[in-house]
């Protein structure tokens, strides 16, 4: 259960809270963003403002809550902000999201802390004409690794996608799979 400060849920009560996030990647050269304006420091590290209130807006979590994976998506990110998100050394980098509420002028921090860690699982950048982009980020967090039995099955595609001059897994035609029959007898049908 989390506990927040007595400001943070009256600001949330009366709906005067802002709500935003922050992102931690930790690749070869890290990266530090969060939804606001300016620079803000969270843990000692100096976060670049994107003007972006969506990294507060997270999706996915819905079945299996803390397994499931986040997905951010951010939208009008500058060319400045989008070469510290432009790294070919993302895929599978440490990341930290922090949730911050702030009061409705959005000058005094109210609460602030670490909503999920895990690792980049997916880094997809759009460019449009002009100069802005789109990104979508994928965290995968440790709870969903954690269940699994093994490591995740790749297909060609996606090998490719880590190191575009491995091909060996072009040599499967596809990755295993086994049914399980959950109480019951096998199927007729199935030979």
């Known amino acids: 259960m989390k506990v927040y400060p007595a400001p943070a849920l009256a600001a949330l009560a009366s709906g005067s809270a802002i709500v935003s996030g922050a992102l931690a990647i930790y690749a070869t050269d890290p990266a530090f963003i969060w939804g606001g304006t300016g620079?803000?420091?969270?843990?000692?590290?100096?976060?670049?403002?994107?003007?972006?209130r969506a990294?507060?807006?997270?999706t996915g979590g819905g079945i299996g809550g803390?397994?499931?994976?986040v997905e951010i998506t951010l939208s009008g990110v500058d060319p400045e902000a989008l070469e510290l998100l432009n790294e070919a050394g993302l895929q599978q980098a440490p990341a930290k999201l922090y949730r911050i509420i702030a009061d409705g002028s959005g000058r005094t921090i109210l609460d602030c802390r670490i909503y999920k860690r895990g690792r980049l699982d997916k880094v997809e950048v759009i460019e449009e004409i002009g100069g802005l982009a789109k990104v979508s980020i994928s965290i995968e967090t440790a709870a969903r690794g954690a269940g699994r039995s093994g490591k995740r099955m790749r297909s060609d595609a996606d090998?490719?996608?880590?190191?575009?001059?491995?091909?060996?897994f072009k040599h499967t035609s596809y990755a295993a799979s086994k049914v399980i029959y959950n109480g019951g007898k096998k199927s007729s049908a199935t030979g």
């Open 39 to 52: 620079t803000l420091v969270i843990d000692g590290e100096t976060y670049l403002g994107i003007d972006d």
């Open 66 to 69: 803390s397994q499931q994976s």
């Open 159 to 168: 090998q490719r996608m880590i190191d575009p001059l491995d091909g060996f």
């Open 55 to 58: 990294i507060g807006q997270i």
